[in-house]
């Protein structure tokens, strides 16, 4: 639980036992520990949080050619469109080597999130 970012306290802990102990006969798989057990928690606590329609709906603005990777072209158009932002070459060279992680010389979708969750 702490490792998916949920910090239950010791009474929560005492119920959720009580819970798996009920249901599933003191005993629950991976699939029920996550959609059962975690699912309406973390939902509760990351409410406030962007969602991945949101997400995706950003990446698309980026993604103008929609082929499922920003490109050093389609990051100097969207920074300017966008954002209002005129880089020069060296600037955008730097930010989508930052980003591109697996470095393929694009940004993919995993790896825009992993820049929106690193801010």
């Known amino acids: 639980m702490r490792t998916m970012g949920y910090m ?5 802990l005492i119920e959720i036992i009580q819970q798996i102990k009920m ?3 003191g005993h629950v798989d991976f699939d029920d520990f996550c959609t059962e057990l975690m699912g309406p928690r973390m939902l509760a606590e990351t409410a406030h949080m962007m969602g991945v329609r949101e997400v995706r709906s950003a990446f698309k603005q980026f993604d103008s050619n929609e082929d499922g990777r920003i490109t050093l072209e389609e990051l100097k158009d969207s920074m300017k469109a966008l954002l ?5 070459k060296g600037e955008l060279e ?5 980003i591109d992680l697996n470095k393929d010389g694009g940004i993919d979708f995993d790896e825009f999130v992993m820049m929106l969750s690193s801010q």
């Open 8 to 12: 239950p306290t010791e009474m929560e």
């Open 94 to 98: 730097e930010i989508l080597q930052d």
């Open 23 to 25: 249901k599933w006969g």
């Open 84 to 88: 209002g932002e005129k880089l020069k």
